[in-house]
């Protein structure tokens, strides 16, 4: 074969792979063109899990360039129709707040196979449409406990959970597990509210285990834990923040909170589903990859903070408890 048919040959062959990716290419989106929403179970002005997604959703908008939209409140019994909503109206991802969303999001998507279904917090993928996120909220509490641990002087905690399902009992657990990192005969008052909205059975609870002797509270139950935070100051114990930064609320109360960064994991989550590399599983990120971070007040010692440090360096490195017994004997 000659020089110039060899050519020839080469150009067509180009021609061919251009004509074939083009289309692809003319359909790829720009981020403000991609449909989304995000459902929550709460108000975005809770102070909590609910403001903390919210968050992320602003920080996707505002940096990314998406249009993302919200709906709030959403109760249990309209998870599947809101979500079916969305669904045939179009929308390339439909993103749920909490683990309650699993079965309704998993069932709804098997019907919709042109939407992704995302669920932060999310245990169950059982179709390659449904790809959730989960934050390794067990991570973050055993920072809170350390804290909570150096903080208490009666030695009782009192520790709140919005429902004890597998993830709120694993993040309790290694609350409970850190707060003897500070303080070893530590005794933990652990109950769980039931609801993430009762405001006044959160002070209620709250106030129940400062009687019996708790001077450092943790609660972990969205609105819910607004309550406690109240009985807290009224009552002038301690009481550490979660899931957002919650120093605020009650300055001389909260002592410091260990919050996600859910900017920075939405922001990862939709660049993956844009460029098309988020998976068909549970996608988990936590200290590690910069999701938990902490606030602290002026209430807390150097030397806590230096041990909370370490316990984020053993967590990245995969050695959660390794400094375990290497704390210097002033704190313990």
């Known amino acids: 074969m000659r020089f110039t048919e060899k050519c020839a040959l080469f150009f067509m062959a180009v021609c ?82 909490g683990t309650q969303f699993d079965e309704a999001a998993n069932r709804v998507a098997a019907k919709y196979p042109d939407s992704v279904f995302c669920v932060v917090n999310g245990l169950v993928s059982k179709g390659p449409n449904v790809r959730p996120v989960l934050p390794k909220e067990y991570e973050a509490s055993y920072l809170a406990g350390i804290i909570a641990g150096f903080t208490t002087e009666t030695g009782k905690v009192g520790m709140v959970g919005g429902f004890p399902n597998k993830l709120m009992v694993r993040l309790m657990n290694t609350y409970e597990y850190g707060v003897r990192i500070g303080s070893p005969e530590a005794k933990a008052n652990r109950a769980y509210s039931n609801s993430w909205s009762d405001v006044a059975l959160g002070k209620q609870m709250a106030t129940s285990m400062i009687d019996k002797g708790a001077d450092v509270l943790f609660f972990y139950a969205n609105q819910v834990g607004l309550g406690a935070i109240q009985a807290a100051k009224e009552k002038g114990v301690k009481f550490v923040g979660f899931a957002s930064n919650q120093n605020d609320i009650a300055k001389g109360t909260v002592v410091a909170s260990v919050y996600f960064d859910f900017a920075d994991m939405y922001k990862w989550t939709l660049e993956k589903f844009m460029d098309g590399t988020l998976a068909p599983e549970v996608n988990q990120a936590g200290v590690a990859e910069g999701i938990v971070k902490v606030a602290y007040s002026d209430q807390v010692p150097d030397e806590v903070r230096a041990q909370v440090e370490k316990a984020e360096k053993a967590i990245s490195s995969g050695n959660l408890l390794y400094f375990a017994s290497e704390f210097p004997e002033s704190l313990k």
């Open 16 to 97: 061919i792979a251009i004509a074939a990716i083009a289309p692809a290419m003319a359909e790829a989106k720009a981020p403000k063109d991609h449909k989304i929403v995000l459902i929550l179970p709460g108000p975005i002005n809770d102070q909590s899990w609910n403001a903390t997604n919210y968050a992320g959703l602003v920080a996707c908008n505002e940096e990314l360039g998406t249009a993302m939209e919200y709906v709030e409140n959403v109760q249990a019994s309209d998870y599947e129709s809101t979500f079916r909503n969305y669904a045939e109206r179009g929308y390339d991802l439909i993103m749920a707040a």
